[in-house]
T-cell receptor, first 116, second 114 residues
Framework: GQQLNQSPQSMFIQEGEDVSMNCTSS?????WLWYKQDPGEGPVLLIA?????ELTSNGRLTAQFGITRKDSFLNISASIPSDVGIYFC????????????????FGKGTHLIIQP | DTAVSQTPKYLVTQMGNDKSIKCEQN?????MYWYKQDSKKFLKIMFS???????INETVPNRFSPKSPDKAHLNLHINSLELGDSAVYFC?????????????FGSGTQLSVL
């Protein structure tokens, strides 16, 4: 099956710093999504990307759909304590069944820890 | 109102028991899913249901069986629980309208098998 390689696995940063993480796939994707998971909660969608080269922002978060369609990047500017959590990239579950209800496959996550 | 709600939040049980986790979504979505998150936080899809039809069944033991009484509910039954079943189980839903549809997750059920 396809693999999503997400890096770094964890980040220890100071409050106010910018954060960058990325995700690469062994397969070409038509969609990239980024989720955040807080402790004790389910993943919450941050940004969805649907076009190669697309750059989309959501507040201090910016994500890009790589032009090769095999990678994506997430940047967080001026990090704050509530940014702590696990960030997951996700793409369509392969192989496609054709019905559209295939769900998502997830990377292994980037754990973000912020030191005040 | 919670969009995707699952119960219980915590489930502690003995090996060999049978247990169920319930999930309900009020988003009007037509597809629901179960995901398993292991101790390393890796999320893996188990099942999806679309209009009461099982679409995906990954290599999950047949001790796990999804049950959908209607498109707003997808329950997970687990028979003969094993230690390795300990994990967090997430229910999710989406509206099918293309590949890689946005999934909305519940807050999870932490299952501990003793």
């Amino acid at each position: 099956g396809q693999q999503l390689n997400q890096s770094p696995q964890s980040m220890f940063i100071q409050e106010g710093e910018d954060v960058s993480m990325n995700c690469t796939s062994s397969s070409i994707f038509n969609t990239w999504l980024w989720y955040k998971q807080d402790p004790g909660e389910g993943p919450v969608l941050l940004i969805a990307l649907y076009k190669a080269g697309e750059l989309t922002s959501n507040g201090r978060l910016t994500a890009q759909f790589g032009i090769t369609r095999k990678d994506s990047f997430l940047n967080i500017s001026a990090s704050i304590p509530s940014d702590v959590g696990i960030y997951f990239c996700a793409g369509p579950q392969l192989p496609y069944s054709g019905g559209g209800a295939d769900g998502l496959t997830f990377g292994k996550g980037t754990h973000l820890i912020i030191q005040p | 109102d919670t969009a995707v709600s699952q119960t219980p939040k915590y489930l502690v049980t003995q090996m060999g028991n049978d247990k169920s986790i319930k999930c309900e979504q009020n988003l009007g979505h037509d597809t629901m899913y179960w995901y398993k998150q292991d101790s390393k936080k890796f999320l893996k899809i188990m099942f999806s249901y679309n209009n009461k039809e099982l679409i995906i069944n990954e290599t999950v033991p047949n001790r796990f069986s999804p049950k959908s009484p209607d498109k707003a509910h997808l329950n997970l039954h687990i028979n003969s629980l094993e230690l390795g079943d300990s994990a967090v189980y997430f229910c999710a839903s989406s509206q099918v309208g293309g590949l890689g549809g946005k999934l909305f997750f519940g807050s999870g059920t932490q299952l501990s098998v003793l």
